[in-house]
């Protein structure tokens, strides 16, 4: 107590915990107090400030509950997670923005798990597909994209999974109009050579095989 907040516990000794805590901080935590006394166990986390600073606490009431079943007083734990909650706000922080940078490209960006499922895609599904990006995570290709595209997919994606980084090109309907879009496969190689998945990345060739197509005529 002396460390992390700065209390002398030998002076808590007969006080409220009102008393102890502060007028504020005891509004935030009395209901959870409430339940560990009628004998149900607490777990949750709060932001206070100690030395000045925000602190974030992971804290657990655990009721002492007596053979008559009536609760005689609770233990408290409380764990400094400062530390943890950075890093997760951090990580949060970049997650958001790598989310902003690939739902804004004019590219599908997804990963594909070894039952040829998507985990994961960005927002140019449902502008090119009518497919919500939520709503991804456990179809099948071919669900997506249809037999045909699987088909020819499949045998690239197989190529992936062993290890090799794969690229193709193959022609789709997008928006009611004949596509050629190039695909290339990324293998998720883990550090013990095997092949968690497979990250796709696909974008739309069309406009410059129409500006080869030209070259080559002229």
Do not use: C
Request: hydrophobic share 40%.
């Amino acid at each position: 107590y002396m460390d992390m907040l700065g209390t002398d516990p030998k002076a808590m000794i007969g006080k409220t915990v009102r008393e102890t805590i502060g007028e504020r901080t005891f509004a935030q935590i009395e209901s959870r107090l409430t339940a560990a006394l009628r004998g149900e166990r607490q777990h949750f986390e709060q932001q206070v400030e100690a030395f000045g600073l925000p602190v974030h606490y992971m804290i657990d009431y655990i009721p002492d509950v007596g053979d008559d079943g009536r609760t005689a007083g609770i233990y408290v734990l409380v764990t400094d997670i400062s530390e943890r909650k950075s890093a997760e706000l951090v990580v949060a922080a970049s997650e958001k923005r790598l989310k902003l940078i690939t739902d804004n490209l004019p590219v599908l960006i997804s990963y594909i798990d070894r039952a040829h499922n998507f985990r994961f895609g960005n927002a140019t599904f449902e502008k090119w597909f009518g497919v919500a990006p939520g709503s991804l995570a456990g179809k099948p290709l071919a669900d997506v994209f249809g037999q045909d595209v699987y088909q020819l997919a499949r045998l690239h994606l197989e190529n992936a999974f062993g290890g090799w980084a794969v690229t193709f090109e193959m022609k789709t309907a997008v928006g009611g109009k004949l596509r050629i879009l190039e695909t290339t496969y990324i293998p998720d190689v883990q550090g013990d050579g095997s092949v968690a998945g497979v990250y796709a990345l696909t974008h739309d060739m069309t406009r410059m095989k129409d500006v080869e197509e030209k070259l080559i005529q002229l």
